[in-house]
């Protein structure tokens, strides 16, 4: 690890500054089946990352060069597993709180062989903040974060102007953020702030949203919600 550039936010709490508290989750008390459990504790010393191990060198953490994608919030890591084996020719790097769902991905990318993923098991927010340099990500994908469907918790919803900013922060010139949501007042709200965020270019073509890229795995759920008829909507947006 290089040495970190900056204070994390345990130490600036500390200092009595003031922290953001509104979280983008609540955090579930998952009981881990044996077959998670077994896998965290056989391979988080290969694919796990730790927040208070500050900034990462990526060359160092892959043992390579290769471009670095970032997923927030994975859940239980099934598509995000899917793309890495698809892609070996870049590294990725997942975020989620939920530990069963940590436990399952490493149990899953071990059984596919995904060697060129590792996971935070720690809030998104603290990752991009205290582990992630700037200027440093191919992609930033975010699929189904929680929808917070009722107006008055609206405010916990990731997606708002100040993330969209910390993520432009941390995408490389042309790098891409790429959401996906099943709830269209979500989508709405989305396409807003990533359009009126300073230093973006819409992909899509209609200057909305874009139909579901090929490497973006359809989802159980996500099939039978086209069966019924709901919608998704995917939104990707390029960093000038
Ligand atoms: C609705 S689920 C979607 C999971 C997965 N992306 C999918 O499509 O099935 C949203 C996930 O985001 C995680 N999450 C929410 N806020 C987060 C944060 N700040 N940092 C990391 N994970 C977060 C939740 O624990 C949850 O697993």
Not at 30 to 47: C, E, I, S, V, Y
Not at 104 to 122: D, P
Request: proline share 5%; glycine share 8%; net charge negative.
């Amino acid at each position: 690890m290089t040495e970190r550039t900056h204070k994390t936010i345990e130490q600036a709490k500390q200092e009595g500054k003031y922290i953001r508290t509104v979280r983008s989750f609540v955090k579930r008390e998952g009981r881990l089946t044996k077959g998670q459990a077994h896998a965290l504790d056989n391979h988080w010393q290969d694919m796990g990352l730790d927040h208070q191990d500050g900034m990462l060198d990526y060359a160092q953490v892959f043992g390579n060069d290769n471009p670095v994608v970032l997923e927030i919030g994975f859940g239980m890591g099934k598509s995000l597993v899917e793309m890495a084996k698809n892609a070996p020719e870049l590294n990725y790097i997942g975020v989620e709180v939920h530990r069963p769902g940590v436990g399952a991905c490493v149990g899953l990318a071990v059984e596919q062989e995904a060697n060129n993923l590792k996971v935070y098991e720690h809030d998104a927010i603290e990752i991009l903040a205290d582990c992630i340099p700037d200027n440093s990500l191919t992609t930033v994908q975010l699929f189904f974060p929680d929808p917070w469907h009722k107006k008055k918790h609206h405010k916990r919803r990731i997606v708002k102007p100040e993330f969209v900013e910390t993520i432009r922060q941390k995408l490389k010139v042309g790098g891409v953020f790429h959401m996906a949501t099943d709830w269209e007042n979500y989508a709405e709200c989305m396409l807003e702030d990533m359009q009126s965020a300073p230093g973006y270019e819409n992909l899509s073509a209609t200057n909305d949203y874009v139909p579901r890229p090929d490497n973006r795995p359809l989802t159980k759920f996500e099939n039978r919600g086209q069966r019924l008829g709901h919608g998704v909507w995917d939104i990707q947006f390029k960093k000038l």
